[in-house]
């Protein structure tokens, strides 16, 4: 069984990838802005690494399966840093994708319990969306009460 007892490490961790994404958004809403972006890679990648464990996000990134992904969000982080914003977040956008497709249907089912928000993505015409992008998993996912 897995542990998902929250350890002052896994929350440091979390907080860290919160403000990852928000940096990066915020490099966005500032005309990609390559000092939020390239701030909000490295808290991105730094949450993760406390949230999982050092080891456990090696493994992720070098399992073969999210070896494109790996290299597309290094290339774009690449390209951040060396300035050339826009390419790099399209490499990273790709690379972020790819590399976390296994965990999306987690993702709708967490928001499903939402208050307000669980409620829309309940509604038929969200589901029927849902459903027909997303797979098998997807499936699963809209099929449960």
């Known amino acids: 069984?897995?542990?998902?007892?929250?350890?002052?490490?896994?929350?440091?961790?979390?907080?860290?990838?919160?403000?990852?994404?928000?940096?990066?958004?915020?490099?966005?809403?500032?005309?990609f802005d390559k000092g939020?972006?390239?701030?909000?890679?490295?808290?991105?990648?730094?949450?993760?690494?406390?949230?999982?464990?050092?080891?456990?996000?090696?493994?992720?990134?070098?399992k073969r399966q999210n070896f494109k992904g790996t290299i597309s969000f290094g290339a774009g982080f690449f390209f951040v840093v060396i300035g050339w914003p826009v390419i790099g977040m399209i490499l990273e956008a790709y690379g972020f994708i790819v590399l976390f497709?296994?965990?999306?249907?987690?993702?709708?089912?967490f928001i499903q319990k939402i208050p307000?928000?669980?409620?829309?993505?309940q509604q038929p015409f969200v589901r029927s969306i849902i459903a027909s992008g997303g797979g098998d998993a997807w499936n699963l996912m809209i099929d449960e009460p």
């Open 101 to 109: 497709s296994g965990f999306w249907p987690t993702l709708a089912v």
């Open 116 to 121: 307000f928000i669980g409620w829309v993505f």
């Open 36 to 62: 939020f972006l390239a701030m909000g890679n490295i808290l991105f990648i730094s949450g993760v690494s406390l949230t999982i464990g050092p080891k456990s996000t090696m493994e992720f990134f070098m």
């Open 1 to 31: 069984m897995v542990s998902f007892e929250m350890t002052d490490r896994k929350k440091i961790g979390l907080g860290l990838t919160g403000f990852g994404i928000f940096f990066s958004f915020l490099g966005i809403v500032f005309f």
